[in-house]
């Protein structure tokens, strides 16, 4: 069959899916931090899906706001794993904990 | 087009392969690998999209940049045994993914979506580049301002990074 | 006559007590006398208006005096008045209570001279004759009540005046605790009447209740309720026992308070709601049968008691159940219709009040008289008496006419007002005359015991004897011309009784057979106490178990203490509920505490500190909504 919006949408959500089973579950912090990188994506390819479909431009000048924030966002958080490993040589995201009753 | 439906549908499979690799691989260089070829394989989506722009973006901030970072990290915080371990809600995790999966595939198939069949061809790095730019329904603003937040972000991880 | 003037009766005690109260007692410690003086110049004062009250009354139209009412208290629809009734039974009353009052005054300097709180005393009696002279005038049952209240109070604090004495401090502990179980009565049927009627007029209320309006079973429980406060109050069955133990108090506060005053108080209650007791059968014929019992049953405790003030205690129940006797059975012929109402609600009061005011006199000298002799011995016992005749021939004198009044020999005071009653009892109730008949003997029997045992004989005691000072004697001596005459100055008929002639009395076959009972019983003291033909102690010995009844008062100190008091109330029931607040309130309390506490721990496990978990939670919660809006929209 031909493909249509619909199998990207639903591309996208089985990527946005698999990537939150990522971040809640694995204990590796930089993994997380993938995890994050894949639900991005994942939402990315819904909005250029729907500019390509609906056609406007404006889904794709979203993108490239998201790209532009996702490699911040990936920097700090990089950085800030970095400096959580110096100081407790641990990057488990489950001791991690000092907020806990 | 038939072609375009191939490619979509290996381009799809290889996506969704690499981020099941992602999430379920113990070795975490392996999945930064992975998490590289996921990223490829998006690129070719949004060709199939026609959206060559965008594509190209991807690979150049995506592979190029954030892949890099992520493969640096994993060597700098290298933790010889643990590599990448399932946590403690790995059970309820499934289950939220799986919920969402359902009411999202739900959504998608139950919506009448005004489709327009046919695919724009020209390159579509001027329109773009029209939206980005122009006078009074352009986002000249968040563009600026997209600048300053990169400024503040490598300012800001630097500061964390640095030793005292 | 202005309402001024009669509230100022009221008014001046009240003033002298707080002028005791603040200014002489904190700055004029070193010259005690001044009290006595603002006492007795504000009870005299009292009794000068007083006399002047009864005259313009018996001048009156109707014998009543109409006194405007003023508000006091206004709380949404209910208004509360203080208002006062000046009429012929208030007139009377205000005569009685600051004459007595005034005698015992004068008499105190002498009796309290030297004590350690003779500030404190004149305090308290006036305090005490401010407010039982607002009781005789209210004219609602709110400020009567708060009268009513106020005479329970100082008799709390004059009978436990000696305090350091642990028996003092239990008696008037006791006193208090009993009658108000009667003014709880007392209020209950206030308030019923209030629900029933809206109003607290004692006057609206008198009108509702001969026409007819208030009746019924509301009536009856009212009337019985506000009877249980006079039951406390004057000490009838079955709360009599707080009197006897009320003698632990100085002497004149037994005179006054538990004689001549308060406990005639219930008397006055009663009198003054008559036409409401009247209009209901059950209630009047209650007040005659426990009057007539009382009567009785207290004369037969009053006949073995070793302690003077004892037996005049018992004394004073016993004629105090004569009133409700008499009171009792005009009404009885008022509810059944043998007289006509107008003219059987001024009689019954009339004969009830009559006793109460000859009452007043006689036993009041009764009770200075023992403490003049307690003066001079140093007891109350009589054991450790006999012969005082010789050592103190004015107390024994006047002592012997108040015994011969109280025993109702002709022609002085109490032989007027009791055959009053008698007569009453004899035409209604013959089973009530019976036992007032049979009391008649009971009571020379007994008070001629005393004067035998007391003024006869060897002296056994040691103590050095001696005459009372002069100004005690004299208070005696006025009340003992009133025990004389009282009877004799028509204060029967201004109330509204029948009256009798002087000589035509004698006539009467009653009178003659209660003077004949009255001579048997003085006979019978004298064979046993005076000559000795049969031997006391012998007597004892073979009707040892009545003895024993009654010199242990039927047991009813011990009903009530022990069994009522310490096993039923304070182990069983208020063991119970001490036992319920201490694990059931107290837990449920504790409880949820605990149960918050628990919870909170059970809860705060939710936070882990870790990223993830939080993220799920958020995650979740979206979920939710979008699942929520999907299915609901």
């Known amino acids: 069959m031909s493909v249509g919006l619909e199998h990207f949408l639903i591309l996208s959500a089985v990527l946005f899916a698999i990537g939150l089973y990522g971040v809640l579950a694995k204990r590796n912090a930089v993994v997380i931090l993938m995890s994050i990188e894949i639900m991005l994506n994942a939402v990315n390819i819904a909005m250029v899906a729907f500019s390509r479909y609906g056609h406007f431009i404006t889904g794709q000048v979203f993108v490239i706001f998201i790209m532009v924030v996702a490699a911040a966002e990936v920097a700090v958080g990089l950085a800030l794993i970095i400096a959580i490993y110096r100081s407790r040589k641990t990057v488990d995201a489950e001791k991690f904990d000092l907020m806990k009753w | ?164 | 006559m202005s309402t001024g003037v009669i509230f100022a009766i009221i008014l001046l005690p009240l003033f002298s007590f707080l002028v005791i109260s603040f200014v002489l007692r904190p700055f004029f410690k070193h010259r005690p006398q001044l009290s006595w003086y603002t006492t007795i110049g504000a009870i005299g004062t009292s009794l000068a208006l007083s006399i002047w009250t009864f005259i313009e009354v018996s001048a009156a139209e109707g014998h009543v005096l109409a006194m405007p009412d003023y508000e006091w208290l206004a709380i949404g629809d209910t208004v509360i008045n203080i208002g006062v009734t000046v009429d012929a039974l208030a007139a009377v009353m205000l005569i009685v209570v600051t004459v007595v009052s005034l005698m015992v005054q004068f008499y105190s300097r002498g009796y309290m001279h030297g004590d350690g709180g003779y500030i404190r005393y004149f305090a308290f009696m006036s305090l005490f004759t401010a407010s039982m002279l607002g009781l005789v005038l209210a004219d609602n049952l709110v400020f009567l009540f708060l009268f009513w209240e106020g005479v329970g109070l100082c008799s709390y604090l004059l009978i436990g005046f000696w305090f350091h004495k642990p028996e003092a401090a239990r008696a008037a502990m006791k006193a208090f605790v009993v009658t108000r179980l009667g003014d709880f009565g007392f209020l209950v049927a206030i308030l019923l009447l209030y629900a029933k009627t809206g109003t607290f007029d004692i006057g609206e209320l008198q009108h509702l209740a001969l026409a007819g309006t208030l009746g019924g079973a509301v009536l009856t429980w009212a009337a019985i309720g506000v009877f249980s406060g006079a039951i406390g109050k004057s000490a009838q069955f079955p709360l009599h026992t707080w009197l006897p133990d009320a003698m632990e108090g100085p002497t004149p506060v037994s005179a006054l308070i538990h004689a001549a005053t308060m406990v005639a108080a219930g008397v006055y209650l009663v009198a003054r709601m008559f036409p409401v007791f009247a209009s209901d059968a059950t209630a009047i014929t209650t007040v005659a049968v426990i009057g007539g019992f009382t009567a009785i049953f207290a004369a037969t405790m009053g006949l073995v008691m070793n302690d003077i003030k004892r037996v005049l205690a018992y004394s004073t129940i016993s004629q105090l159940g004569y009133m409700m006797l008499g009171l009792g059975v005009v009404g009885m012929a008022v509810a059944s219709g043998t007289i006509s109402t107008e003219h059987g609600l001024a009689l019954g009061v009339a004969v009830g009040i009559f006793h109460l005011f000859t009452h007043a006199f006689f036993k009041a000298l009764l009770f200075l008289g023992a403490g003049s002799v307690s003066h001079a011995t140093g007891t109350f016992d009589m054991r450790m008496m006999g012969g005082l005749r010789k050592a103190m021939p004015w107390t024994y004198l006047m002592f012997l006419i108040a015994s011969l009044s109280l025993a109702g020999i002709w022609p002085l005071a109490g032989f007027w007002s009791k055959e009053g009653i008698l007569t009453h009892a004899w035409e209604q109730v013959p089973l009530l005359f019976a036992l007032g008949f049979i009391t008649v003997f009971l009571t020379a029997f007994y008070m001629f015991r005393v004067i035998f045992l007391t003024f006869y004989g060897e002296y056994r005691g040691k103590a050095h004897l001696h005459e009372s000072p002069l100004v005690m004697l004299l208070p005696m001596g006025i009340l003992t011309i009133l025990a004389v005459i009282a009877g004799l100055i028509g204060v029967n008929e201004f109330l509204g009784g029948h009256s009798y002639g002087f000589f035509e009395a004698l006539t009467h076959p009653l009178a003659w057979a209660s003077l004949c009972l009255a001579g048997a019983g003085i006979f019978l003291a004298y064979a046993i106490y005076g000559a000795k033909w049969l031997s006391a102690a012998s007597l004892r010995q073979r009707f040892a178990p009545i003895y024993t009844l009654l010199s242990h008062k039927y047991w009813f100190d011990e009903l009530y203490e022990n069994l009522f008091l310490m096993r039923l109330l304070i182990n069983g029931i208020f063991g119970w509920l001490h036992w319920i607040d201490d694990h059931i309130i107290d837990g449920a309390v504790n409880g949820i505490a605990t149960v918050t506490v628990m919870g909170g721990s059970l809860i705060r496990r939710l936070e882990t500190g870790q990223l993830q978990a939080y993220g799920m939670a958020i995650f979740i919660g979206i979920l939710a909504i979008v699942a929520f809006l999907l299915i609901f929209s």
């Not at chain 2, 690799?21 to 260089?29: K, N």
């Not at chain 2, 722009?53 to 901030?61: D, K, M, R, Y």
């Not at chain 2, 790095?125 to 968040?142: M, P, R």
């Open chain 2, 1 to 164: 087009m038939i072609g375009l439906d191939i490619a979509f549908w290996i381009l799809a499979v290889v996506s969704v392969c690499a981020a099941l690799a992602v999430v379920l691989m113990r070795d975490v260089f392996r999945a930064a690998l992975f998490l590289v070829l996921c990223f490829l394989t998006v690129a070719g989506i949004y060709v199939t999209l026609s959206a060559d722009f965008l594509a190209g973006a991807q690979v150049l901030i995506y592979v190029g940049a954030i892949g890099v970072l992520i493969i640096f990290a994993i060597m700098l915080t290298r933790e010889s045994q643990r590599g990448s371990p399932q946590g403690r809600l790995r059970l309820p995790a499934l289950l939220i993914g799986l919920f969402f999966l359902i009411t999202m595939l739900f959504v998608v198939l139950n919506t009448d979506w005004h489709v327009v069949a046919e695919i724009p061809t020209q390159p579509t790095t001027s329109a773009i580049a029209q939206a980005l730019f122009s006078g009074e329904d352009g986002f000249v603003l968040a563009f600026e301002i997209a600048a300053a937040l990169l400024l503040a972000a490598i300012i800001g991880a630097i500061v964390l990074v640095r030793e005292k």
